[in-house]
């Protein structure tokens, strides 16, 4: 270290050009290492963010030929095991199991039951376990259980072996069968099923009840439209009916009451038949496919207006097949689905992001049924010409596009689309819910109200101190308002949380009051000051009276809180809460936005502070005396020559104050509540960005959509603080270059 500055120039020339050489070597080789860093920490979570605009893709992995499945042109389902290692085919004749590593037929016992009937129409119970119902020629009905069982050998190799259990066959009515929706849970079993005749019924059997001994039949009235299609939903209370005429009609089920009609609703052309109904996974979407090609999802939504306060609402529509839909596949784990039409073609479709992510063309022989594998990473299909195609599907985002993250989104159970962030749920049926708005409007609505108390507080401090303050005095003040800003913000964040939230909540009148009181004070006790003789005055230093004003705001701030009882009573008829919801219908939350801007603030006030107080010092003092002199009062000077003179300064503190506002994420994760909502009340809470990540990232499965969407937020965090920063530099500089006196 050079302690005497000539030392340093008395050395000889040559070790003096060494040493300039090494410091600019050394600053040149930090000044890199940093926009390396910089550039290393962009380019890590742009690596991670891509994958999910990445866009899906299916490939042929497996097509076999089985030339016994022309037999019929029946009714058809198909699936796979979650190892793409057997596939099972079901027609009107038989049902098949398939090993795909070899492409040979599984032999597998029939049960008697199956094989001595004709089977003409047949439908899936859903869930995880695989069970089917059967409707006959004879009009009877004959339930399914298919599985396989796995074995190992001696020598270690696993072998699964598939079997099919059937049930008594259980007599409904004496004409064929043609439209079956099947479902079951804990309560038993409901099936809906149409006849040739043009009959429709509902079949009950109860859980204990495995033969059909006791199952109820009741009839419903036919549909002025033809019967073209059935769909159950899990909890056995709506059946819906697709009719030929373009109609939907809901009809409602009770253990206890008769069936009743709630409403039709008109959903395609008069001359449009709904050709398909189904059910996405949790069963609360509705997805209807009419002969024209048409596929969209619908749902019951809430309306006052209608006698039984639901309503059919339409909520995503997907891209036209151009051809009769003849097969639907939901997938088990997400909102997507699968369909196939009459031109062969398989479409892989979304709900959630209400898109179409891809179309194969299978060939150009109609697709008989499809069906996804469970863990949604293969479609297998079934066409008319007897092939059997397996197709590798990779699509591990689907939920995620640039509308299901910044636009509304038309969510199951909500009546109207929404902004809403609700990354888990209790169960995997519920759809992910990953806007970004709401949590982009919660940090931009915190670092606003965190702004709107420490500007104000931290330039004006940085005046006092630096124009109006007496230097013995300043050289005490300021080094204390720096030291605040060593305070770490979990301590301050627990302090909002724990103490501070609840006092505001107890002591809100007082706080209304001292909005009022403390300006009248300041104000009055300033005039007070400009009228005292100069026999008072000449008692104080000059730049000291400011000392005066702390007992009179201690004695304003203590009336306010001693009056606490009589501002409520006064004001706000005895209760704030209940005065502010039902005068200005605000909720008030314990944790909310007036916590964070007060906490906050009170933690970038320093940041501003410290930068605005320098650069209002430097304004060059023969300035301020010269302004002076020529007849300018102090404050006169302090508006128009040196607030312009450091305006470089004080725009730098606010920018750097709104950067570390906006990267906050301690007070704002333990005092507001983490609510994500968009609203500008300051009394509810919010979430943000930063709070977010921290919440979040701890239990987001690695490579998820959560997990890459939370990445997605740290790099919107890391785009957004990088503008800021390049504007404010650029709007600094403009400053500097204008109001700057050399």
Not at 8 to 15: A, D, E, G, M, N
Not at 167 to 176: C, E, F, H, N, Y
Not at 644 to 652: D, M, T, V, W
Request: charged fraction near 15%.
């Amino acid at each position: 270290m050079i302690t005497n500055p000539l030392s340093y120039l008395s050395r000889p020339v040559h070790l003096r050009s060494v040493i300039d050489r090494l410091a600019r070597g050394v600053i040149a080789v930090g000044g890199l290492a940093t926009i390396v860093s910089i550039l290393g920490i962009f380019f890590f979570l742009f690596r991670e963010v891509t994958p999910l605009f990445t866009a899906p893709s299916a490939k042929l992995s497996q097509r076999l030929s089985v030339p016994a499945l022309l037999a019929d042109e029946g009714p058809a389902q198909v699936a796979v095991d979650e190892h793409r290692e057997i596939a099972q085919v079901f027609t009107s004749g038989a049902i098949q199991f398939f090993d795909l590593a070899s492409g040979q037929p599984i032999a597998l016992e029939m049960p008697a039951q199956l094989t001595s009937r004709q089977v003409t129409a047949m439908a899936s119970g859903g869930g995880p376990t695989a069970r089917l119902a059967v409707g006959t020629a004879a009009g009877e009905i004959l339930l399914l259980k298919i599985g396989t069982t796995t074995e190992f050998s001696d020598q270690g190799e696993r072998r699964k072996r598939p079997h099919v259990r059937a049930g008594a066959p259980i007599p409904v009515t004496d004409s064929p069968i043609v439209r079956l929706a099947y479902r079951s849970n804990d309560q038993g079993s409901l099936l809906a099923l149409a006849t040739k005749a043009g009959r429709l019924f509902l079949a009950r059997i109860a859980p204990d009840d495995p033969t059909g001994a006791g199952v109820i039949v009741t009839e419903l009235p036919q549909p002025s439209g033809g019967v073209a299609s059935l769909a159950l939903e899990a909890s056995l209370e709506h059946l819906y009916v697709g009719t030929t005429d373009g109609h939907i009609i809901h009809v409602g089920v009770s253990e206890t009451q008769p069936p009743d009609v709630r409403a039709s609703y008109a959903v395609a052309g008069p001359t449009t038949a709904i050709s398909m109904l189904g059910f996405l996974s949790g069963d609360r979407s509705l997805v209807v496919m009419a002969a024209d090609g048409a596929v969209s999802t619908w749902g019951l939504v809430r309306r006052s207006d209608v006698p039984t306060g639901w309503t059919l609402t339409q909520m995503h529509t997907f891209r036209s097949h151009a051809a009769p839909v003849t097969a639907f596949a939901p997938s088990q784990r997400v909102k997507g689905f699968v369909t196939g039409d009459t031109k062969g073609n398989v479409f892989l479709h979304h709900a959630t992001s209400s898109q179409t992510l891809l179309r194969v063309a299978n060939g150009e022989f109609p697709i008989r049924a499809v069906a996804f594998a469970p863990k949604g990473d293969a479609v297998i299909a079934l066409d008319g010409a007897g092939q059997l195609s397996l197709y590798q599907v990779q699509n591990p985002y689907p939920e995620v596009t640039l509308d299901t993250l910044f636009g509304k989104v038309w969510y199951e159970g909500y009546d109207q689309p929404a902004y809403v962030w609700q990354s888990s749920s209790g169960s995997d049926e519920v759809e992910p819910k990953l806007g970004l708005l709401p949590l982009a409007f919660g940090t931009l609505k915190g670092t606003i109200y965190a702004l709107f108390l420490a500007v104000p507080i931290a330039i004006f401090a940085a005046i006092c101190t630096s124009q109006f303050m007496h230097h013995d005095l300043r050289a005490k003040v300021k080094p204390i308002i720096e030291v605040i800003a060593a305070l770490p913000t979990v301590v301050l964040g627990f302090l909002a949380g724990l103490w501070l939230a609840p006092l505001l909540e107890r002591m809100l009148p007082a706080l209304a009051g001292m909005v009022l009181v403390l300006p009248v004070l300041v104000i009055v006790a300033s005039f007070s000051w400009h009228l005292c003789p100069m026999s008072i005055k000449r008692h104080f230093s000059p730049g000291n009276e400011a000392l005066l004003l702390m007992p009179i705001l201690a004695l304003g701030i203590g009336g306010c809180l001693w009056a606490h009882s009589f501002f409520e009573v006064w004001w706000f008829d005895g209760n704030i809460k209940t005065w502010l919801s039902s005068r200005l219908g605000i909720q008030y939350d314990q944790r909310n936005a007036l916590v964070v801007g007060i906490v906050m603030g009170f933690a970038i006030v320093p940041v501003i502070y410290s930068i605005a107080e320098e650069a209002l010092s430097n304004v060059p003092k023969s300035q301020i005396a010269g302004s002076l002199a020529l007849g300018a009062t102090r404050w006169q000077t302090v508006l128009h020559l040196v607030l312009l003179s450091a305006s470089p300064g004080i725009f730098s503190g606010v920018m750097i104050g709104f950067g570390r506002a906006i990267g906050e994420t301690m007070i704002v994760l333990m005092a507001t509540g983490n609510t994500p909502i968009l609203d500008w009340n300051w009394a509810n809470g919010f979430r943000t960005l930063s709070a977010n990540i921290a919440v979040e990232i701890p239990e987001a499965p690695h490579g998820g959509s959560l997990y890459r969407v939370l990445f997605l937020a740290a790099l919107l965090l890391f785009i957004v603080t990088f503008v800021i920063n390049s504007l404010a530099e650029l709007v600094r500089q403009r400053l500097r270059d204008k109001y700057s006196h050399g």
